[in-house]
């Protein structure tokens, strides 16, 4: 390796230039604070705003949806506005649209639409589903160009064969008794066809309780969409089955009646939120109703409060005073988010029994799910809401509040043999006051601590002797929750589905003609919970050959 030095007089060479003439002088240290100068800063980088994307121009139904103060009375149910066959209509069941050809009023919501009518709309009316001049709803693009496919409308009575290559497997239409077939049906009950026998509700829903193939059914209740979803379920399998979670559980009755009745079907399995929807015999997916989809959810109109200053009943003072004795009061129960509430009606009539006021800890719900429970259970309990302070739902039983037991008398005779007339001795004759004394003997202590217990709803009187130990049981699973809303230490309430309602019980509330005779009178719907009966005859049984050896053996 050469290393060339060029020293500083190179520069004065003819026809050559210094190289290292860009270069910063070396640092003389007598010179250091002449050349102390601050480089200069890099050049920024330039921003340039993002570019434009094209939107497509918006609907004039969004211009006053979210975040705004329209606000429009209304004083009578009339209708709002009409485009021809097509208007919006403000009624006692709250907003609802009408269309041409549609088989009944369509609603965002038809299971949780509150019962009152509403006082103001939140935005102006507009039908809620595409215009009928769009074939499809406009989305910024045009449309795709038209399929040379020939594709097929599907039936379900002539389904593909299951060995076709990329089908999915397809239901039949039945099931059938031998020797019948699928036939065309209009009406529900021509759908549905002849009823359904016990093993056959058995093979439907057994294998469904395991898949988790369902439709999701959340506060917002039964919605216009689901509808058009539930038959899409329809389309491959017999049974529908449908989840239920939140506020709707609380009066699930009310959202069976309205999915049988929107979307068709049979409901022939409940158990707690889980509902299984059968199709019918004769359904047939391509002539089922068509309904058009909802582009967006509707703002909810304006509805009276629920909380007033002077409840019904109730001056304002009095209502002021039952708020404070509200603070102090402990809850029965908590609401858990996205939980079952079939039971919290029960429950809070139960707690009345023992309490003129109940508390229900809904913390961690959003306040419009609370609200809405605290809507049901005024009309199912029924009771007055006096508050929704701290995320807890504070209600009282009312004036016009009938215990569902009979008054218990002073003493508790029954559990011993007595009559009611233990303490009117002077007036019962004297053979019957000496029958009395043998049949009892006890204290005036004991019998004042059974006083206190009863008084204290700790004990219940039993009007009937001669109980059988089920008609006994359920007495005590009766006072047990009396008892427990006495003392107001309910355990924290969990969302579960554990209980299983039967089929009959929701039927035998609908008055629907379809439905009383859809079950044969001889056949139990719901097998799931067979009973045993037993012909063993007292002391025969492993039991009680133990307990004879056991006696034998204590007398010698």
């Known amino acids: 390796m050469v290393i060339v030095a060029l020293s500083s007089s190179s520069s004065s060479l003819p026809g050559r230039s210094n190289l290292f003439s860009s270069l910063p002088p070396p640092n003389n240290p007598t010179s250091s604070s002449s050349s102390s100068a601050t480089p200069r800063p890099p050049i920024p980088i ?8 094209s939107q497509p121009p918006p609907n004039p139904a969004f211009k006053h949806h979210n975040k705004s103060k329209y ?27 009408l269309l041409p050809g549609a088989p009944f009023e369509f609603q965002f919501s038809y299971s949780e639409t509150p019962k009152v009518k509403p006082l103001a709309i939140r935005e102006p009316a507009f039908l809620p589903f595409e215009p009928p001049t769009m074939p499809r709803p406009w989305t910024g693009k045009a449309p795709l160009k038209k399929s040379k496919k020939n594709i097929p409308l599907f039936d379900s009575f002539n389904p593909p064969p299951p060995d076709m290559k990329g089908v999915k497997k397809v239901e039949m239409p039945g099931p059938f008794p031998l020797g ?3 036939e065309e049906g209009m009406s529900r009950k021509e759908i549905l066809g002849e009823p359904l026998k016990k093993w056959e509700v058995k ?16 506060r917002d209740g039964l919605t216009h969409n689901m509808l058009e979803l539930i038959h899409s379920h329809w389309k491959r399998r017999r049974v529908c089955k449908i989840r239920c979670k939140g506020v709707p559980t609380v009066d699930m009755d009310n959202v069976c009646r309205h999915i049988e009745e929107k979307a068709g079907g049979k409901i022939i399995h409940r158990d707690g939120g889980v509902v299984y929807l059968f199709r019918g015999r004769n359904y047939n997916y391509r002539t089922r109703p068509q309904y058009p989809v909802m582009l967006w959810k509707p703002a909810a109109p304006v509805y009276p409060k629920l909380i007033q200053d002077a409840p019904e009943g109730l ?15 402990l809850p029965i129960c908590k609401i858990g988010k996205n939980g079952v509430y079939t039971s919290l009606v029960k429950d809070v009539r139960d707690a009345f029994e023992g309490s003129h006021l109940v508390k229900i800890d809904c913390k961690g719900l959003d306040p419009s799910d609370y609200k809405k429970l605290g809507a049901k259970l005024k009309d199912l309990v029924p009771c007055v809401l006096l508050s929704f302070d701290d995320e807890k739902v504070l209600i009282w039983r009312g004036r016009d509040w009938k215990s569902k037991y009979p008054q218990a008398p002073v003493f508790p005779p029954a559990a011993v043999g007595i009559t009611r007339n233990l303490d009117n001795t002077d007036k019962v004759g004297d053979n019957q006051s000496k029958d009395i004394s043998n049949m009892v003997k006890t204290s005036s202590k004991m019998l004042s601590l059974w006083k206190s217990a009863i008084e204290a709803n700790k004990a219940l009187l039993l009007e009937e002797f001669n109980l059988g130990p089920d008609a006994l049981l359920e007495k005590v699973e009766e006072f047990e929750g009396i008892s427990h809303a006495t003392e107001h230490s309910y355990p924290a309430f ?33 097998e799931f919970n ?6 063993a005859q007292p002391g025969t ?16």
Not at 46 to 53: D, L, T
């Open 541 to 556: 049984l492993p039991v009680d050959l133990l307990v004879n050896k056991l006696k034998f053996r204590n007398k010698y």
């Open 46 to 53: 330039p921003k340039y705003p993002p570019p434009k994307k």
């Open 494 to 526: 969990t969302s579960s589905s554990d209980g299983v309602e039967d089929v009959d019980d929701y039927n035998g509330n609908n008055d629907d003609e379809d439905n009383d005779d859809y079950y044969n009178d001889d056949e139990d719907v719901d």
């Open 203 to 218: 093979m439907l829903v057994k294998p469904m309780m395991s898949d988790n193939r369902q439709v999701n059914l959340g």
């Open 180 to 182: 019948k077939f699928p």
């Open 315 to 329: 001056t304002k003072a009095e209502a002021d005073e039952l708020r404070m004795k509200g603070k102090r009061l």
């Open 71 to 97: 606000y429009k009375p209304i004083k009578n149910p009339t209708v709002i506005t009409s485009e021809g066959d097509r208007s919006v209509i403000i009624g006692e069941s709250g907003v609802s649209y």
């Open 530 to 535: 067979d009973i045993v009966d037993t012909y």
